[in-house]
């Protein structure tokens, strides 16, 4: 717990914990159980957090319903205890409520406050070195903020995710290949052999690669600084790309990808 300008404030970054599979929240709707005036002020924390990161010149947070859901169950759980906490008596930790909303992602973190206005509460968080982290995470794509009015104050919880995208093993292998090809390679365009090298290096496999590379990832946008340097020796001309079954890692969701080089 920290405290800025007399108010209270929360934050939380959590980069591993257990998964709980538990059915979706999307059933509650993005706002369905806040007044009007919470709606706005939940808005109001959407519209200052992104303004804050274009300032930074990082990508705005897009409003997922799923994590506005799991921000409002925690919000109600808090005022029934009344206490701002990232983690009450009973209740999964802050990855398995993410996870148990419906959200694939490979990273996730919570903001808590109570203070007036939206505004106190967005400037606190900025004034606040942990809060102002998650804010401005760059590696964080989605939000749900939730918001409850209780005796003149505004409970508020700021709940981010880095969402993976769902893509086909096509679409995966495509966006990885697309990346092999800018560096100089030739790559494999279907009928290779990446994919039986998934679970395992199979012994009937020709012709033999010079490496097998396997790695998971939460970002297909770039490779590794293992597949960058292996690249960078110079000794390969030509690729094969497999997208595997996608893996879990430290309970987070990421693609697993087999490289062949020759």
Known sequence: MSRTIGRKLLHSAMIAAALLALPALAQYGQYAHMTPGEQAAAQSLIADANQDR?????GPLRVDPNLTAAAWQHEQIMLRSRGLSHQLPGEPDLTA?????GVRCSTVAENLAEAPTPGQINNEWMHS????????DPRLNA???????????????????RELQTLTPMQQEQQVATLLRARGLSVEKGGGLAHEY???????????????????TADLSRLTAQVEQGI?????RRADVAACHGSMENGFAAYQIVLLLY
């Open 54 to 58: 274009a300032r930074y010149g990082l």
């Open 97 to 101: 409520r993410i996870q148990q909303a």
């Open 129 to 136: 070195p942990p809060h102002r982290a998650n804010l401005l």
């Open 143 to 161: 939000v749900g903020v939730a918001v409850t009015r209780r005796n003149g104050e505004l409970y508020a919880v700021q709940d981010f995710a």
């Open 198 to 216: 998934c679970d395992r290096d199979p012994a009937h496999a020709r012709p033999l690669p010079k490496l097998v590379m396997r790695y998971s």
């Open 232 to 236: 960078r020796s110079g000794r390969f």
